[in-house]
């Protein structure tokens, strides 16, 4: 079983920052296609942003310009740098690893079922 563990969620003003981390297996970091959802009690799961293996990325719109994905090599660990939070930012983040790349020709956030492995999530909570 692919152990996800993220760490970096709390409670921020609107306008602020917080930077989500997500740790993989060494095999998961290197060869799969990763990425954060969120979730809010009630409503589906929303692909947020996306990298593959190849450094490809997917954006979900709402928070393009806002929200940077990115990996540290060095410690097999996912990041999300989040700037310029919103209150309807507010939600549990999730990190997910699928077996895939990003296809080019498809320039939308896979849907939550293209993922097999899912960390336990970080809140995230935004006050206006």
């Known amino acids: 079983q692919v152990q996800l563990v993220e760490s970096g969620g709390g409670s921020v003003q609107a306008g602020g920052s917080l930077r989500l981390s997500c740790a993989a297996p060494?095999?998961?970091?290197?060869?799969?296609?990763m990425a954060w959802f969120r979730q809010a009690p009630g409503k589906e799961r929303e692909g947020v942003a996306a990298?593959?293996?190849?450094?490809?990325?997917r954006y979900a719109a709402s928070v393009k310009g806002r929200f940077t994905i990115s990996k540290d090599n060095a410690r097999n660990t996912l990041s999300l740098q989040m700037n310029n939070l919103k209150p309807e930012d507010t939600d549990m983040y999730y990190c997910a690893a699928g077996p895939f790349r990003l296809h080019p020709a498809t320039p939308t956030m896979p849907p939550p079922a293209a993922f097999r492995y899912w960390g336990q999530g970080t809140q995230v909570t935004v006050s206006s």
């Open positions: 990298i593959d293996r190849d450094g490809s990325m």
């Open positions: 060494e095999d998961t970091y290197r060869n799969a296609c």
